[in-house]
């Protein structure tokens, strides 16, 4: 690859010379994050270095759920961290998404307000008789809203689902059009004159008294500010308490009349399926092998990609013809605790990482946040 060394005076000083700051990464956080700058600060110069053609972690591989919260998972969160945390996380993706839809059109990027089922599996334990009231009552504290969760026992019937005894409906999630999202994020990045080079990677940094000294797959660059916003690959750069986690999706040709509209989880969330259009979109099955899915490497696990397919034709689509289109991998970045990382790191650094499975959701507050780091 051409080197920085061999650019032109024109080149140079077009991407290179006189950098303000500098991020790392072009997924959600990292654009977003920008965008924000950008709009505090309209004359600082901005580049963002991203290592893939594509961004290559989870922004443009995710299954574009809107969502905060099903019943099931944040039980079972409530019996592993503290409620304080639970509830936090839980306002996040909620005021999340609202400043989602304030930075992008929300029919820019196919949001579709249908709900979201929690479906739980015959074998699965009863949800304790209460809950789904106490999550009513916490919820509108958060949210203002009245009666967000309510139990459906109609969704396996209705939808033509095998083994779901019953579901938790939400009707304030949604969907929206992953692809669009960060092509619309990119987009309000160039407008704002923020440069965003594609296929540099950032190998390791020096920071000292006067800026960072980045190498860069294509030499040596200075900015005056760094932020890292590589969730899933920050560990590559900074010792904090982020690994990744690596997400398996499928998705079916088109299938004539469809049933099935709508977003919806089961097993605490370790499993979603929605429509995209007539054709259905699943992923998860993470938590079958957790140690061999702890990786950076965009790779299919086929042997989760068997459960993934037993799943589809036999509880999702059992009396409907269908075939698979494709699949593929995406990481996250998760840790000890389901909160984001929000922080300056040192005098001319900042981050931005560990956003878990939520990041469409949190990710453009993430960005704000992160923003209001830097001065
Ligand atoms: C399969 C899957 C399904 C998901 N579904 C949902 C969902 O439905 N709803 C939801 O809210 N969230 C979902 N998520 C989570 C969500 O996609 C992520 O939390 C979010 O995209 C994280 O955004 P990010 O910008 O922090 O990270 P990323 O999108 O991973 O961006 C980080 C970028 O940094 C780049 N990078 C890393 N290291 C370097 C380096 N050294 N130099 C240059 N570039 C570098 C990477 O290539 C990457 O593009 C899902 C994730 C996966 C994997």
Redesign the pocket.
Same mark, same amino acid.
Do not use: H
């Given at each position: 690859m051409l080197q920085i060394d061999q650019l032109s005076y024109w080149e140079r000083d077009t991407y290179f010379t006189g950098n303000d700051i500098v991020i %790392? =990464? $072009?997924?959600?956080? @990292?654009?977003?994050t920008a965008i924000f700058i950008a709009e505090r600060f309209p004359n600082r110069r901005i580049l963002i270095?991203? +290592? *893939?053609y594509? #961004?290559? *972690? &989870?922004?443009?591989?995710? &299954? =574009?759920?809107?969502?905060f919260g099903s019943p099931s998972e944040l039980e079972d969160d409530l019996k592993t961290i503290s409620e304080s945390e639970v509830w936090e996380t839980f306002q996040l993706?909620y005021e999340g998404l609202k400043a989602l839809f304030k930075l992008i059109d929300r029919t820019a990027i196919d949001y579709n307000p249908c709900g979201s089922w929690d479906l739980i599996q015959n074998d699965a334990h009863e949800i304790e008789s209460g809950f789904i009231d106490y999550l009513n009552h916490k919820a509108q504290e958060i949210t203002g809203e009245e009666l967000i969760y309510s139990e459906d026992k109609q969704a396996n019937n209705n939808f033509g689902f095998n083994g779901f005894r019953t579901s938790y409906y939400n009707r304030l999630e949604g969907?929206l059009n992953?692809g669009k999202l960060?092509d619309e994020l990119y987009k309000h990045a160039i407008k704002k004159n923020i440069k965003v080079l594609y296929g /540099?990677?950032?190998?390791s940094f020096v920071e000292q008294n006067d800026a960072v000294e980045l190498q860069?797959n294509i030499g040596l660059i200075k900015t005056e500010q760094l932020i890292i916003?590589?969730? @899933?690959? &920050?560990k590559?750069?900074v010792n904090e308490d982020v690994i990744p $986690?690596? @997400? +398996?999706?499928l998705i079916t040709k088109e299938i004539p009349n469809l049933k099935v509209k709508g977003?919806f989880h089961f097993d605490k969330g370790y499993y979603?399926f929605r429509n995209v259009g007539n054709r259905i979109l699943l992923? *998860?099955g993470r938590n079958i092998n957790f140690t061999q899915e702890t990786s950076n490497k965009l790779e299919i696990n086929e042997s989760i990609q068997s459960v993934l397919r037993s799943i589809l034709s036999e509880q999702i689509l059992p009396d409907t013809p269908h075939e698979i289109e494709m699949s593929? &991998? !995406? %990481?996250? @970045?998760v840790g000890q605790s389901k909160e #984001?990382i929000i922080k300056r790191y040192s005098n001319r650094i900042a981050i =931005?990482?560990r956003?878990? *499975?939520? !990041? /469409?959701?949190? =990710?453009a507050l /993430?960005g704000k946040k992160l923003s209001e780091q830097i001065d």
């Open positions: %790392i =990464g $072009a997924g959600i956080v @990292g654009l977003s270095v991203e +290592q *893939g594509l #961004p290559s *972690g &989870a922004s443009t591989k995710n &299954a =574009g759920f809107a969502c993706r969907s992953t960060i /540099v990677k950032c190998d860069l916003c590589s969730n @899933g690959f &920050a590559e750069l $986690a690596r @997400g +398996q999706v977003t979603y992923g *998860g593929w &991998a !995406g %990481i996250m @970045g #984001p =931005g990482v956003m878990g *499975g939520m !990041g /469409v959701a949190i =990710g /993430v």
